[in-house]
Structures are given as structure tokens and as C-alpha cells.
């Protein structure tokens, strides 16, 4: 009997050893996409009248860059939250006027953040979110 009793703990730690890698391998995938959260949106819309240059988005110390955007256009900027942090927009319209604007605060934890803003004539900027 302690053969049996042997190949049954040997066959119990294969199972065990078999269920703590598969929890492993779904605790590590689901920290990749935590971190690879790209579900948060920033549109940003062009109704200045102008092309936008040098386009910025800022949210903590991330920051996403397009180098134009026409009168019309909009832009989705997806982001990540690892810490609290407010967001920025900035750029400059084609008559060489800049703008810029600090939006609300985003911090980790909410999930799919939504804001827009609205580039507007002369650069004024408005914007909304929601969660």
C-alpha cells in the first residue's frame, strides 16, 4: 500500500503544481492588461477655424503628440492612469496663436474615463468629462 499511497501524493502535487501555475498565468495576464489599460479616451476636436500644430495631450507625466490636426478633424487619445494626475491640452493655431488648457483630475481605479475638449476659434478650449 505505500507504493499507492506515493503515486497518489505524487499525482495530488501534479494537480496542485498544475492549478497554482494556471492561477499564475491568469494573475499575470491580468496585470499585463491592467497595465496595457488603454480603455481611457481623450477626443479632442478642431472647430477653430484653423489647422492645429503641434498638438499635445498631456495626463501626468505621459504625454501624446500629433503634428496636425485640420479644421473639423478630432483625434482620440487612449491613456493609461497609474496615478492621480490632472490632463492638459496645448498646441498652436496655424496664425501662430497658442493655447493651452488644464482639464479636470483622472486618478487609477475608475474605469473607462471619457473627456473631450473642443478647440474652439481664437484657441479657446472647453471641455467635458464623464466616468
Do not use: C, K
Given at each position: 500500500?505505500?507504493?499507492?499511497?506515493?503515486?497518489?501524493?505524487?499525482?495530488?502535487?501534479?494537480?496542485?503544481r498544475?492549478?497554482?501555475?494556471?492561477?499564475?498565468?491568469?494573475?499575470?495576464?491580468?496585470?499585463?492588461a491592467?497595465?496595457?489599460?488603454?480603455?481611457?479616451?481623450?477626443?479632442?476636436?478642431?472647430?477653430?477655424?484653423?489647422?492645429?500644430?503641434?498638438?499635445?495631450?498631456?495626463?501626468?507625466?505621459?504625454?501624446?503628440?500629433?503634428?496636425?490636426l485640420?479644421?473639423?478633424?478630432?483625434?482620440?487619445?487612449?491613456?493609461?492612469?497609474r496615478?492621480?494626475?490632472?490632463?492638459?491640452?496645448?498646441?498652436?493655431?496655424?496664425?501662430?496663436?497658442?493655447?493651452?488648457?488644464s482639464?479636470?483630475?483622472?486618478?487609477?481605479g475608475?474605469?473607462?474615463?471619457?473627456?473631450?475638449?473642443?478647440?474652439?476659434?481664437?484657441?479657446?478650449?472647453?471641455g467635458?468629462?464623464?466616468?
Amino acid at each position: 500500500m505505500r507504493g499507492a499511497e506515493v503515486r497518489s501524493r505524487s499525482r495530488g502535487f501534479a494537480v496542485l503544481r498544475r492549478l497554482l501555475l494556471l492561477a499564475l498565468g491568469v494573475a499575470a495576464g491580468y496585470g499585463l492588461a491592467v497595465l496595457a489599460d488603454d480603455s481611457h479616451r481623450i477626443v479632442v476636436r478642431n472647430a477653430s477655424g484653423q489647422t492645429v500644430t503641434d498638438l499635445a495631450v498631456e495626463v501626468g507625466a505621459a504625454r501624446y503628440e500629433a503634428e496636425s490636426l485640420a479644421d473639423g478633424e478630432s483625434v482620440t487619445v487612449g491613456f493609461v492612469v497609474r496615478q492621480d494626475s490632472a490632463y492638459r491640452v496645448a498646441g498652436t493655431l496655424a496664425d501662430g496663436a497658442r493655447f493651452e488648457h488644464s482639464f479636470g483630475y483622472v486618478t487609477p481605479g475608475v474605469p473607462r474615463y471619457r473627456a473631450s475638449a473642443v478647440i474652439g476659434p481664437g484657441g479657446a478650449v472647453e471641455g467635458s468629462a464623464n466616468w
